[in-house]
């Protein structure tokens, strides 16, 4: 079966320096790859998607790369806020299931301190 | 309206009691998912509806859940004979296309079910 792992539960960065959280999924090949923040108390709210045929992706501080020979993505926060602090939740298509029907990571916790 | 609502945002149940939770999503968007989030995992997948159409629920953990979205907008998941295990966040998504594996999904900010 499919399989997300978003292999640090938390990470604690300073304040300016780069935030990087990692994807990691097996057992098949995603056509794309969303990215949410998550706060407490609140739903995820969508990012960025990232198809196949691309490899990286920006938005504003907002770095995401696409590896599908690794099958992994990589999120990138340049120049963080404490605002940043939240849970980062990875996402792909689910395989056989209904077209839009997503598999989550369980997420990464960030905290940036000042 | 301005985003997806959900209500009630908070709900306790005994143990054997049925419950009705309800999502509005954004007018006009023509997808709509329904998942389960425990604590400390990510949203896990229940159901999806688009328009009126039920399409996929293999998400469902039993028949105990049934869901629905009579009239294509608004949608109500219902537990009936509640379980502790059921103890969780329910989330609502919407997005504006149909069967599109690239859009956006919009979620409400969930249901917290709570069974004692």
């Known amino acids: 079966s499919q399989k997300i792992e978003q292999n640090s539960e938390a990470l604690n960065i300073q304040e300016g320096k780069t935030a990087t959280l990692t994807c990691n999924y097996t057992n098949y090949s995603p056509a794309y790859l969303q990215w949410y923040r998550q706060d407490p108390g609140r739903g995820p709210v969508f990012l960025l998607l990232i198809r196949e045929n691309e490899k990286e992706k920006r938005k504003e501080r907002l770095k995401v790369t696409f590896d599908t020979t690794l099958k992994q993505s990589l999120f990138h926060i340049t120049a963080s806020q404490p605002a940043d602090s939240a849970t980062y939740l990875c996402?792909?298509?689910?395989?056989?299931?209904?077209?839009?029907?997503?598999?989550f990571g369980k997420g990464t916790k960030l905290s940036v301190k000042p | 309206g301005a985003g997806v609502s959900q209500s009630p945002r908070y709900k306790v149940a005994k143990r054997g009691q049925d419950v009705a939770l309800r999502c509005d999503p954004i007018s006009g968007h023509v997808s709509l998912f329904w998942y389960q989030q425990a604590l400390g995992q990510g949203p896990e997948f229940l159901t999806y509806?688009?328009?009126?159409?039920?399409?996929?629920k293999s998400g469902l953990p039993s028949d105990r859940f049934f869901a629905e979205r009579p009239e294509g907008s608004v949608s109500t998941l219902k537990i009936q004979r509640t379980q502790q295990e059921d103890s969780a966040v329910y989330l609502c998504a919407s997005s504006q296309l149909a069967a599109s594996s690239y859009n956006e999904q919009f979620f409400g900010p969930g249901t917290r079910l709570t069974v004692l």
């Open positions: 509806f688009q328009n009126e159409a039920q399409l996929d």
């Open positions: 996402a792909l298509e689910s395989y056989g299931g209904s077209q839009g029907n997503l598999i």
